[in-house]
C-alpha cells in the first residue's frame, strides 16, 4: 500500500458527460501528480499541483481540469468526454518538488466512457 | 529529461538474479535514474533511484556505470510475482523549470518470471 488513495477505483460513464476523480496524497506529501495511461499513448504526464498552486502541465487536454485542496487532496475533472478519454488515471504524490523526492502512487480509477 | 532504451522483453527462471539493462547516453550531470515497475495495470511501483554510486535496498540494487551512461537494475532472487513491466526513467535533479520532477515512462521491460 502506497499510501496515495484514489476513488472511484471504477467509472462507467457516457459520452458528452463530466467525472471528477479523486486523490488524498500520503501524509505529509505537497506534491500531487497526475498521470493518464491509455492502450495507445502508454504513461502520460498530465499536470502537477504543489501545496495548492499549479506548478507543471504536461499533454493535458483543455476538456480536463484539476485543483489541490487546503487540505492538499486534489481533484481531476473530465469533461465533454469522448471514447478516447477511457483510460486508467493514476495520481502520485511527493512530499516536494524535483527528482529527489520520491513519486508514490495510487492504484489509479479506470474511467470506461461508452 | 534524457530519453532512455531499454529491451523491449526479457525472461527469467524464479531463484535467479534478473538483471535488466537501460541506456541513458544523454544524461546530463543533475539527472537521476530511476526504477518503477507496473504489475498488470496497477499503480506503477516505485523500486529504487539513483544519481552516480550504486544503491541497493530491500528490493532491487541499482549499477550505474561510472560514465553514467547506461545502468543495470538488479532483482536478486527473481520470483513469479516479479513479472512486470519495468520503466527506467531519468529525471532532472533541480525543482526549476518547466519539469518539476515529472517522471516521462517510456515503453519499459516486459520482464517474465518462469517457474
Known amino acids: 500500500d502506497s499510501g496515495v488513495t484514489q476513488t472511484p477505483k471504477h467509472l462507467i460513464t457516457a459520452t458528452g458527460q463530466r467525472v471528477t476523480l479523486r486523490c488524498s496524497p500520503r501524509?505529509?506529501?505537497?506534491?500531487v501528480y497526475w498521470y493518464q495511461q491509455s492502450l495507445d499513448q502508454g504513461l502520460q504526464f498530465l499536470i502537477q499541483?504543489?501545496?495548492?498552486?499549479?506548478?507543471a502541465k504536461g499533454n493535458i487536454l483543455e476538456r480536463f481540469s484539476a485543483q489541490q485542496f487546503p487540505d492538499l487532496h486534489s481533484e481531476l475533472n473530465l469533461s465533454s468526454l469522448e471514447l478516447g478519454d477511457s483510460a486508467l488515471y493514476f495520481c502520485?504524490?511527493?512530499?516536494?518538488?524535483?527528482?529527489?523526492?520520491?513519486?508514490?502512487f495510487g492504484a489509479g480509477t479506470r474511467l470506461s466512457v461508452l | 529529461d534524457a530519453k532512455t532504451t531499454q529491451p523491449t522483453s526479457m525472461d527469467c527462471a524464479e531463484g535467479r538474479a534478473a538483471n535488466l539493462p537501460c541506456n541513458h547516453s544523454?544524461?546530463?550531470?543533475?539527472?537521476?535514474v530511476y526504477w518503477y515497475r507496473q504489475i498488470h495495470s496497477q499503480g506503477p511501483q516505485y523500486i529504487i533511484h539513483?544519481?552516480?554510486n550504486n544503491e541497493t535496498n530491500e528490493m532491487a540494487s541499482l549499477i550505474i556505470t561510472e560514465d553514467r551512461k547506461s545502468s543495470t537494475l538488479i532483482l536478486p532472487h527473481a520470483t513469479l510475482r516479479d513479472t512486470a513491466v519495468y520503466y527506467c526513467?531519468?529525471?532532472?535533479?533541480?525543482?526549476?523549470?518547466?519539469?518539476?520532477?515529472?517522471?516521462?515512462f517510456g515503453q519499459g521491460t516486459i520482464l517474465t518470471v518462469h517457474p
Open positions: 502520485a504524490s511527493s512530499v516536494g518538488l524535483g527528482a529527489k523526492n520520491i513519486q508514490y
Open positions: 501524509s505529509g506529501d505537497l506534491s
Open positions: 499541483y504543489y501545496n495548492g498552486e499549479e506548478r
Open positions: 544523454t544524461i546530463s550531470g543533475n539527472e537521476y
Open positions: 539513483g544519481l552516480k
Open positions: 526513467i531519468v529525471r532532472v535533479g533541480n525543482a526549476g523549470g518547466t519539469s518539476y520532477g515529472k517522471l516521462t
